[in-house]
């Protein structure tokens, strides 16, 4: 039985940082340009290297086999520069600018091209590409999140406010209970019979 246990990292092209390549290019460059280009294949050896292309691995056996046609040429040219003919001194003048040209112009131009298609360099300390989540990690992940409660939102309760183009409403008229009714018919009935007794009085008086 095989337990779980931590994938292995496949190996990934970090990019250096800045400073780093800054600091490689101006070595490099520094010293094809203080050699007269004889070491012109150390800056392409090195790209041929980073970019692991065949063509830069190419031009790498043409540089070297064009530094050590110059070195051949400076060694059989007369110690004296007086007995060096003209012809011969711009030969290897232009042998030298223009290995000096075309070395520093496709090193600096291959290698910033290729750092840039990586992207930007990852912070330190941090992996370049997070290894995925181990499967019991992935079924522990998938529990904590059934379990977690999910926050309710509370809308809070909106109170209708009065509108103030509208006329209030007048309140109600209380109607009379029950009892004031009873009340005022009875006071109307003692009324009547009083008013009754009274004219029945007056009329006795009159007929005596």
Not at 5 to 34: E, K
Not at 136 to 164: E, I, R, S, T
Not at 175 to 191: G, H, I, N, T, Y
Request: contains cysteine; hydrophobic residues 40%; charged residues 15%.
């Amino acid at each position: 039985m095989h337990g779980y246990g931590p994938m292995p990292q496949q190996p990934t092209t970090s990019r250096p940082s800045p400073a780093t390549l800054t600091t490689v290019r101006v070595i490099l460059v520094a010293l094809t340009v203080l050699s007269c280009g004889l070491l012109g294949w150390a800056a392409m050896l090195r790209l041929a290297i980073v970019t692991r292309r065949p063509r830069d691995w190419f031009l790498l056996v043409v540089v070297i086999a064009l530094n050590i046609g110059l070195f051949a040429f400076i060694m059989a040219t007369p110690d004296d520069p007086d007995e060096m003919s003209d012809a011969a001194a711009l030969f290897m003048l232009f042998w030298i600018v223009g290995l000096l040209a075309g070395v520093i112009t496709y090193y600096l131009y291959a290698e910033i091209r290729h750092y840039n298609a990586l992207g930007a360099p990852a912070p330190y300390g941090a992996p370049a590409h997070p290894a995925p989540p181990l499967p019991y990690q992935q079924q522990h992940l998938a529990q904590h999140q059934q379990h977690q409660p999910q926050p309710q939102h509370h809308q809070p309760q909106q109170h209708p406010q009065p509108n103030p183009y509208t006329a209030p409403t007048p309140p109600p008229t209380p109607k009379p209970a029950p009892q004031r009714l009873d009340q005022v018919r009875a006071e109307l009935d003692e009324l009547s019979d009083y008013l009754r007794q009274e004219n029945k009085d007056s009329r006795d008086g009159e007929g005596r």
